[in-house]
């Protein structure tokens, strides 16, 4: 199976976890393309229908995923449009599957603030008809120089966030994942 974990971090957070996801991927034996967005990711460099199965995350900031993230959607939704592959109904492609995964500190509102970034990531595979199989919120810590704001959140003391115990989880349901492909 083919695998893209395509991901966007800022401080580091975001990373950890999709190192940690293609680590599993392979140790399951399936070759993992990882491609961390940066601002000068040429959009033309990526196609999602090349891969049966797409890890996509991002830290969450304003609400939303990274605006290179975003920038890269915008581009690819305009391909997709323009090529004829993003179809009326979005019709479901059979075997092309997807994970939105994001990294989120929630200091004023939780998970509620984080939500807007995983679905936004989200419609651009639904809108390519694939299924998707989850959402993964991932508490990740402020930088440093938020001070507070891992302290005394909506979510409290988030300081270390994703230490090893989350990423072990994100190990354990990628393996529950891909736990359906075994013969
Ligand atoms: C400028 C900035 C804005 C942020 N905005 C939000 C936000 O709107 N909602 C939220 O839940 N977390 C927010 N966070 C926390 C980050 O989402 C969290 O630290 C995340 O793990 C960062 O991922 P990264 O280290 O991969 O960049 C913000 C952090 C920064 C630095």
Redesign the pocket.
Known sequence: MKVLNL???????????AERISSTVEELGHEVNTVKITVNTDASDVDLLDYDFVFN????????P?EPMMDLFDELRERYNEIGDIKPGSPKRKGKMAVVY??????????H??TP?VKYMEQMYDHLGFYILDEWY??????N??ET??TEGRLGDIRG??GEKDLKEIEEKTKGLFSQFKN
């Open positions: 991901y966007y971090s800022l401080s580091g957070n975001t990373k950890k976890v995350g991002s830290g969450v900031y304003q609400w939303l990274g994001c990294t989120y500190g929630g200091v004023h509102t939780g998970k603030e984080a970034a991932i508490i990740g810590e402020y930088p120089s938020y704001a891992s966030k994703p």
